[in-house]
């Protein structure tokens, strides 16, 4: 009696990555995005080309702890394995930290509730293990006055002053922003954001007015009037994006 073939089967992946060296998440016409990367090594695995899904884009230099992402894949040979062979072509600077089988409706992106991102700041001169991974700030930052704009950013409201569109003027900018803190921990001031999702480089546009705050080049309620205002202005700077971390990715 023959056995079964083994079934198609769903895989849900979590991944961080140093974006440091790559044009973002998605795939590029270079190749050069973390999506690229990956499925250049399922494809060694599988030995056909294999799409993944992640739960969303990262820009480029953004860096990552917890992506998830799924592909369909034939693997009999178990979790580990799987696991194993992945770990083993990967570049050092993208690492899969799970996979799990998963029912064949789940999706990483419709499916996902919300996204949680930390901003890293330092104050002065970083040293050179964490250069890539912050944003140095060489004035005073005023953190009680940063603690006070980011109470009024939080909430469901309407963040179309605090994200470039990049020709998506119709998108519906309105979100629920369930967290948005400022944490001192030593020398490095830590933004958390969580919210069921963001708008084109929002977070870093968030974190760039919070940092304007706290250098006192904008007041709380001067925060508040570009929130009411719905109009980007020169007054929204956008952070780089190396200091940006995707931390979790949430799901039902």
Not at 142 to 156: E, H, N, P, V, Y
Request: some cysteine; glycine content about 8%; aromatic content about 10%.
């Amino acid at each position: 009696m023959t056995s079964p073939s083994p079934k198609l089967q769903r895989w849900k992946c979590i991944c961080a990555y140093d974006g440091t060296g790559f044009a973002g998440w998605q795939s590029q016409a270079r190749a050069d995005g973390v999506q690229d990367i990956i499925e250049a090594r399922l494809a060694q695995i599988f030995g056909a080309a294999i799409r993944i899904h992640g739960s969303g884009r990262t820009d480029s230099g953004v860096h990552a702890l917890g992506q998830v992402f799924h592909f369909d894949a034939v693997w009999p040979h178990g979790v580990a394995k799987l696991l194993a062979a992945f770990r083993m072509g990967l570049p050092d600077a993208i690492q899969v930290k799970s996979i799990r089988a998963v029912a064949a409706d789940f999706h990483s992106r419709f499916q996902a509730t919300g996204k949680r991102y930390e901003y890293r700041l330092h104050l002065g001169a970083p040293d050179p293990f964490n250069r890539l991974y912050c944003w140095p700030v060489f004035r005073p930052l005023d953190l009680k006055a940063m603690q006070a704009a980011a109470a009024i950013l939080r909430g469901r409201q309407d963040f179309r002053a605090f994200t470039a569109l990049n020709g998506r003027e119709r998108e519906d900018t309105v979100r629920d922003l369930r967290r948005l803190d400022v944490v001192r921990r030593g020398r490095t001031v830590h933004i958390i954001a969580e919210a069921g999702g963001f708008l084109y480089k929002m977070m870093r546009s968030l974190v760039g007015v919070l940092v304007s705050v706290g250098e006192g080049k904008l007041t709380p309620e001067r925060v508040r009037e570009i929130l009411a205002s719905k109009q980007r202005t020169a007054l929204v700077l956008t952070a780089p994006p190396e200091g940006l971390f995707l931390v979790k990715v949430f799901y039902p």
